[in-house]
């Protein structure tokens, strides 16, 4: 579980009992850019990105060469005050997140939001700007559920299809449909315990996309910080 509301300054304090000093001595780039990648390497999965973000903003760097206890030459000193912190910090970031960078990019969502819910909030089930996403192996559960809760459209099925669900007559399925009893026939799939068994069958022939996707239909399958992920676009 990610710890999003926590200062990465404060907890990286706290795991040191206190001795620790929010600033680094650097003799060249490369070990900035050295202690960026470790930095992020250790804490990606328990921060979130704008944490480790916020922890490099506020991070004072001193060119400084410890090694051998003086200070660096100008020409040194002038490339590392002009470097670019945030910006590398970003690109490790994006690096390390490829997936959620390019969805986010793809779907023109906000990156630091999509980061929280994915990694952060470990949400089944979260609503980013008109996309839903939910993993793969919660949606049949959450579309039983939301079929469960609206007997009219139970009943509005293609008899046909109620026929084998229900295991009854067809023509005894249109006639309560002609009547316009869609909520009786919702109520005997719910009552003889079919709803797994429709809604398997509608997820089997329509996908997902047709239920959960109210913009368009479709549906999308990716994989994100290890997870499988369908997104729908909804608005």
Do not use: W
């Not at 795991?15 to 990648?37: K, T, W």
């Not at 690109?91 to 819910?117: A, G, I, K, P, Q």
């Not at 009854?168 to 399925?173: F, G, N, T």
């Not at 709803?195 to 239909?217: M, N, P, R, T, V």
Request: proline fraction near 0%; hydrophobic fraction near 35%; aromatic fraction near 10%.
């Amino acid at each position: 579980m990610t710890q999003s509301n926590q200062s990465l300054v404060k907890h990286i304090t706290e795991a040191r009992n206190g001795h620790y000093c929010h600033v680094i001595e650097v003799d060249s780039i490369e070990a900035i850019e050295s202690i960026i990648d470790s930095v992020i390497e250790e804490h990606i999965s328990n921060f979130s990105a704008q944490s480790i973000i916020d922890f490099f903003d506020t991070l004072e760097v001193i060119p400084y060469d410890t090694d051998n206890g003086k200070d660096v030459n100008k020409e040194t000193e002038t490339l590392i005050h002009d470097f670019d912190v945030n910006e590398a910090v970003t690109n490790v970031l994006s690096d390390s997140c490829d997936d959620l960078f390019r969805v986010s990019e793809e779907l023109d969502l906000n990156l630091e939001e999509l980061t929280e819910e994915i990694i952060d909030s470990e949400s089944n089930d979260f609503e980013i700007n008109g996309y839903r996403f939910i993993t793969s192996d919660s949606i049949d559960s959450i579309q039983q559920e939301e079929l469960s809760n609206d007997l009219y459209i139970l009943g509005c099925f293609n008899a046909s299809f109620l026929s084998e669900v229900l295991e009854m007559d067809q023509e005894l399925i249109e006639l309560v449909q002609e009547a316009e009893k869609y909520e009786k026939l919702g109520e005997m799939v719910i009552n003889n315990g079919k709803i797994e068994k429709l809604q398997e069958g509608y997820s089997f022939l329509d996908g997902y996309g047709h239920h959960f996707a109210h913009y368009d239909g479709e549906e999308i399958e990716e994989t994100l910080n290890g997870t499988d992920y369908y997104i729908f676009r909804v608005n």
